[in-house]
T-cell receptor, first 117, second 114 residues
């Protein structure tokens, strides 16, 4: 069974540009999570989508946005790129969070390395 | 709010040495605790978990015990291998804030030499 896939593997942009990152969850998973892994800072939660809707958002500015498509794949968009946006962006998927009754294990993709010059 | 503190790395060991990676946490609720591992070039994988006090999670020779009194979840392995070289993340998850979004530590890099 295929795991979580992300594209592209690497992305190089210049300051002020926009970046689009894509994620395909494991078949049967309806929840998708986005994290930023900046050097030395661990994983910072960005966004959570479930059943096509944004369910929760981390402490990031509005220029970080995304969406989830009917097939549960997801896009992360970063507008007006800044140098400090350079990081590894990880996507994870899980079974639907349902009524938030428990933690469903998240399965991670290999990430997209975004470099802003 | 919730937070996780891990010992800073890198931790460098010889093969067959004993490993301890310290992790302490603060949480507003009663969290579940996790260790994830990230091998070079790969995403994070769940290594082990514990959901209540005194539970011991174990997998692939790694162990961690949920210590509520010391708010700790230290990762241990009796004899490390070169293939254990990776970055290890401690994490917690509870329903504070209305969702089970996990909080991760900064990660500890482990380097095992032959």
């Amino acid at each position: 069974e295929a795991g979580v896939t992300q594209s592209p593997t690497h992305l190089i942009k210049t300051r002020g540009q926009q970046a689009t990152l894509r994620c395909s969850p494991i078949s049967g998973h309806t929840s998708v999570y986005w994290y930023q892994q900046a050097l030395g800072l661990g994983l910072q939660f960005l966004l959570w989508y479930d059943e096509g809707e944004e369910r929760n958002r981390g402490n990031f500015p509005p220029r970080f946005s995304g969406r989830q498509f009917p097939n549960y794949s997801s896009e992360l968009n970063v507008n007006a790129l800044e140098l400090e946006d350079s990081a590894l962006y990880l996507c994870a998927s899980s079974l639907s969070a349902g009524a938030l009754s428990s933690y469903n294990e998240q399965f991670f993709g290999p990430g997209t390395r975004l470099t802003v010059l | 709010g919730n937070s996780v503190t891990q010992m800073e790395g890198p931790v460098t060991l010889s093969e067959e040495a004993f490993l301890t990676i310290n992790c302490t946490y603060t949480a507003t609720g009663y969290p579940s605790l996790f260790w994830y591992v990230q091998y070079p070039g790969e995403g994070l994988q769940l290594l082990l978990k514990a959901t209540k006090a005194d539970d011991k999670g174990s997998n692939k020779g790694f162990e961690a015990t949920y210590r509520k009194e010391t708010t700790s979840f230290h990762l241990e392995k009796g004899s490390v291998q070169v293939s254990d070289s990776a970055v290890y993340f401690c994490a917690l998850s509870d329903l504070s804030g209305g969702s089970y979004i996990p909080t991760f530590g900064r990660g500890t890099s482990l380097i095992v030499h032959p």
